[in-house]
């Protein structure tokens, strides 16, 4: 999961080298919390026209976690 969003995310802005990707597991309740760090003028182009480009990262994001039987909570953070 941490390596798709991180091609995605990394495609998008123009500061590639900002980008930073983390996961973390909750075994018991089977799911990721995944941490996007971007540049501060990237935040803008994650986040897109009234949230359509971060809500489109969460629905493939949902996609794969419905295949992998987990939940996944996606949040950004400007580095």
Same mark, same amino acid.
């Not at 123009?14 to 018991?28: G, I, L, M, R, Y």
């Given at each position: ?7 995605? &995310?990394?495609?998008?802005v ?15 309740t ?7 760090? &971007?540049?501060?003028?990237?935040m ?9 480009t971060i809500?489109?990262i ?22």
């Open positions: 999961m941490k390596e798709l969003i991180s091609f995605i &995310v990394s495609n998008i123009n500061n590639k080298e900002s980008v930073n990707v983390s996961e973390t597991d909750q075994s018991p089977n799911s990721k919390t995944i941490l996007i760090k &971007v540049a501060k003028e990237d803008g182009i994650i986040i897109g026209k009234m949230g359509k809500n489109s969460r629905n493939i994001a949902k996609a794969k976690s419905i295949k992998d039987n987990t939940f996944v909570d996606i949040q950004i953070k400007e580095s």
